[in-house]
């Protein structure tokens, strides 16, 4: 699975828009994007998905840029419940074994 | 009750005792993985079943031990534990290995100590 580069850390004021990068440059065109997010001291969870169009849901949207080598996981209005660590994932299309976390991004959002 | 349970929430453990997490998924679903997650590092598989069949065991110490007696549950047996091993161990469960897409559902984990 291709890796990816995410910043360490984001503030973001409460009812703003959170963009969050991610950098996946080797990835192949059978692999997929994924954010999960994990707040802290609980299990992580699935936010959206995307191949290589944009994608969005009740949660947030996921702009892939046309050489799929960068996406941004949108939060239209982020509340302070949206303070958590936020996973980029790659991974291939029926590879169902697992997740390979790295160390995401901490969004804290302020009030 | 829906989604994934993990029992117990909390666990604290002497070197020499013998304990069990228990995961319990509510959906259906066919595969079903354990994660160790150590303070600031991130997730680390450790076991994966599908169809109560173990699929993958990435190099975990024998003390140890999963168990899957059907798709819906499935248990940690621990044993001898160091207090290294302190951790979060969350458990997840997705619909099935062989679809293209496969979402995982994760439970809230157990939050382990090893005195």
């Known amino acids: 699975d291709a890796k990816t580069t995410q910043p360490t850390s984001m503030d973001c004021a409460e009812g703003r828009a959170a963009n969050l990068p991610c950098n996946h440059s080797?990835?192949?065109?059978?692999?997929?994007v994924y954010w999960y997010r994990q707040i802290h001291s609980q299990g992580p969870q699935y936010i959206i998905h995307?191949?290589?169009n944009n994608e969005t849901n009740e949660m947030a949207s996921l702009i892939i840029t046309e050489d799929r080598k960068s996406s941004t996981l949108i939060l239209p209005h982020a509340t302070l419940r949206d303070t958590a660590v936020y996973y980029c994932?790659?991974?291939?299309?029926?590879?169902?074994?697992?997740?390979?976390f790295g160390s995401g991004t901490q969004l804290t959002v302020l009030p | 009750e829906t989604g994934v349970t993990q029992t117990p929430r909390h666990l604290v453990m002497g070197m020499t005792n013998k304990k069990s997490l228990k995961c319990e998924q509510h959906?259906?679903?066919?595969?079903m993985y354990w994660y160790k997650q150590s303070a600031k590092k991130p997730l680390e598989l450790m076991f994966v079943?599908?169809?109560?069949?173990?699929?993958e065991n990435n190099s975990v110490p024998s003390r140890f031990s999963p168990e899957c007696p059907n798709s819906s549950h499935l248990f940690l047996h621990l044993h001898t534990l160091q207090p290294e091993d302190s951790a979060l161990y969350l458990c997840?469960?997705?619909?099935?290995?062989?679809?293209?897409?496969?979402?995982?559902?994760f439970g809230p984990g157990t939050r382990l100590t090893v005195l």
């Open positions: 997840a469960s997705s619909q099935d290995m062989n679809i293209p897409y496969n979402e995982q559902f």
């Open positions: 080797t990835i192949s065109g059978n692999e997929y």
């Open positions: 995307g191949l290589k």
């Open positions: 994932i790659v991974r291939v299309s029926g590879s169902a074994r697992q997740l390979t």
């Open positions: 959906l259906g679903h066919n595969a």
């Open positions: 079943y599908s169809l109560e069949e173990r699929v």
